[in-house]
């Protein structure tokens, strides 16, 4: 699973900061910040203020103690 991708469906992009993008996963209610590094290569992020798909690594989800279905 770490060389792998994991897709995270419905994610409400609420703001973007420095930090990363503040945002409301349903799926996966403790993930309140996604940054930079959590984003698998050539994702679209979803504007702020709307709902979308996002794809992260799966490192990313291990650091964030998360499971999702994955892609590919």
Do not use: F, K, Q, Y
Not at 11 to 21: F, H, S, Y
Request: aromatic share 2%; proline share 7%; hydrophobic share 40%.
């Amino acid at each position: 699973m770490r060389n792998g991708l994991v897709v995270l469906d419905d994610v409400l992009i609420e703001r973007r900061t420095d930090a990363g993008w503040h945002c409301d996963v349903p799926s996966h209610p403790r993930v309140r910040v996604l940054t930079v590094a959590h984003i698998a290569p050539a994702t679209p992020m979803p504007s702020e203020g709307t709902r979308g798909r996002v794809v992260i690594t799966a490192a990313a989800a291990h650091e964030l103690g998360i499971g999702a279905r994955r892609s590919g």
